[in-house]
DNA sequence: AACGATGATTGACT
DNA sequence: AGTCAATCATCGTT
């Protein structure tokens, strides 16, 4: 993706479209203006004769023309001021030049024309779209947060992890982010620069050859062209960094820690307190949530595991239940005594999930 | 290293 | 939207 590769790209295509106007200047032929010549090249040697079949010779040739060409620009830049001023004054000048221009106009130019007035390119589009969704490009600060953000949130685990693998997503977007726009800034700087160098060009050449506004109008177009695909492979590596960046931190949520002891034990409590009906509620989700350091939807997992692993294999899970209902039930023995209220507190188990074998003892 | 435990994800279902 | 069931990926223990 470098500055060298469009700019010779543009030259390249720049120069192809100056061949054409060459070739068409030949092809109108020797056109003479007053005893001046429009092709006004320089007075070549008159070729010679021989076959060159002698080497010395030939070396005398090759000697006389660089002598000759070395001293053309000495005798003759005046001279070819003069011609083109005399060129630029004449009074059929314009006259000629519109016509050269219509004729250029009529062949090579509308061919060309024809496929220049394409669509916003969806392409462009597409990575436009995805580059503003991942706040890459729009407005400064937030975007890029706020998709982070995002992710971060589903990614749920402890806040410091959590907020660590954000900070560090946000921190390489950021740096996407800038390498993108310095990147765009240069690209433009440099389309704009030779847009110009190009137009003051051309416009200085219409004076002695036949260029007409509007073919100015499409080499800028030409040139913007070439640099628009410039900046459609920035965006798309771009686009493909800011995929690279995601997938490693959507991966990075899977590194997942097991929920400490205490979050544990509330977890289970809640699950065996209500074996009949393990499914808490949204306002039940939440205060487990709160009360164990986790989100929600933890919460929602934890459950939906230990629902299909329990109902999976009761027997490997017996113990645990019946440990925690001597927890609850000592809970409740407790709460009932500090009450002074001998009620018996009602186990909850009627039907769905089949409650555990339990003891006084503790013992199966 | 192997293996079971465990949190997260996914697709189907209601 | 919530749940189930299967599965993935990692953790923690042996």
Not at 180 to 192: D, N, T
Not at 238 to 265: G, P, Y
Request: with cysteine; net charge neutral.
């Amino acid at each position: 993706m470098s500055f060298s590769i469009c700019v010779a790209q543009c030259t390249d295509s720049l120069a192809s479209t100056m061949d054409d106007q060459a070739r068409i200047m030949q092809s109108i032929g020797g056109v003479s203006l007053a005893g001046h010549s429009v092709q006004g090249g320089m007075p070549l040697p008159p070729p010679h004769g021989h076959d060159g079949t002698d080497g010395d010779g030939r070396k005398q040739d090759i000697g006389d023309i660089l002598h000759q060409i070395m001293t053309i620009t000495d005798q003759s830049l005046d001279e070819a001021q003069a011609k083109k001023h005399g060129l630029n004054c004449h009074r059929m000048k314009p006259a000629l030049f519109s016509v050269l221009c219509e004729i250029k106009e009529k062949t090579v130019l509308s061919i060309r024309g024809v496929q220049e007035e394409d669509p916003p390119d969806p392409q462009i589009m597409r990575l436009d779209n995805m580059l503003l969704a991942e706040g890459v490009s729009g407005p400064e600060k937030g975007g890029g947060s706020a998709a982070a953000a995002a992710a971060a949130a589903a990614a749920g685990g402890s806040p410091t992890d959590s907020s660590i693998e954000h900070s560090d997503y946000r921190a390489k977007l950021t740096q996407i982010r800038q390498i993108y726009h310095s990147e765009l800034e240069k690209y433009e700087q440099a389309c704009s620069e030779f847009t110009n160098h190009v137009m003051n060009l051309l416009r200085e050449q219409s004076r002695t050859r036949p260029i007409s506004p509007k073919e100015i109008e499409r080499m800028v177009a030409i040139i913007h062209r070439k640099f628009s695909s410039i900046q459609m492979q920035l965006k798309q590596s771009t686009c493909e960094a800011v995929m690279i960046l995601r997938s490693r931190f959507l991966d990075a949520r899977r590194k997942r820690r097991n929920f400490n002891k205490q979050a544990t034990e509330v977890l289970n409590e809640y699950f065996y307190s209500h074996l009949s009906n393990p499914y808490p509620s949204e306002e039940a989700k939440e205060e487990l949530a709160k009360k164990c350091g986790i989100t929600v939807s933890q919460v929602s997992n934890w459950f939906g595991n230990k629902r299909i692993r329990y109902k999976k294999n009761i027997g490997k899970f017996q113990e645990e239940a019946n440990l925690y209902a001597v927890k609850t039930a000592v809970d409740a023995a407790n709460v009932s005594a500090q009450a002074s209220q001998a009620n018996s507190p009602a186990t909850p188990n009627s039907g769905g999930y089949p409650a555990p074998c339990y003891t006084p003892d503790g013992r199966l």
